[in-house]
């Protein structure tokens, strides 16, 4: 599966931001989603992430209410919708998959990554 991110850019604080992740090669597969911020200096956190069916997702306590995970199989694309930003949210935000359908939070179950969309929320 390869994944590209997109739809990060400049946003005020309070504004809103949706980024989209398209899928491609082997999609016939049921895999989850996930979504991950590198922040400058820091390590990569867990954002949400979405099952293949969109019935579970998890998200990070620091997004919850802020932040909807969801996806359109049909269109192999899967979208984090960010309202609320603060400035805490700047980070480079990749998208990645993952073949076991788990919405987990441990980047190292997911065997597919995007090459990452920066996010610059100003204050």
């Known amino acids: 599966v390869q994944l590209q991110a997109s739809g990060g850019g400049l946003v005020q604080a309070g504004g809103s931001l949706r980024l989209s992740c398209a899928a491609s090669?082997?999609?016939?597969?049921?895999?989850?989603m996930g979504w991950f911020r590198q922040a400058p200096g820091k390590e990569r956190e867990f954002v949400a992430a979405?099952?293949?069916?969109?019935?579970?997702?998890n998200y990070a306590d620091s997004v919850k209410g802020r932040f909807t995970i969801s996806r359109d199989n049909v269109k192999n694309t899967g979208y984090l919708q960010m309202s609320s930003l603060k400035s805490e949210d700047t980070a480079v935000y990749y998208c990645?998959?993952?073949?076991?359908?788990?919405?987990?939070?441990?980047?190292?179950?997911?065997?597919?990554w995007g090459q990452g969309t920066q996010v610059t929320v100003s204050s």
């Open positions: 990645a998959a993952d073949q076991n359908n788990q919405v987990t939070s441990t980047a190292r179950r997911y065997a597919y």
């Open positions: 090669g082997r999609t016939n597969n049921n895999y989850s």
């Open positions: 979405i099952s293949w069916g969109g019935f579970s997702t």
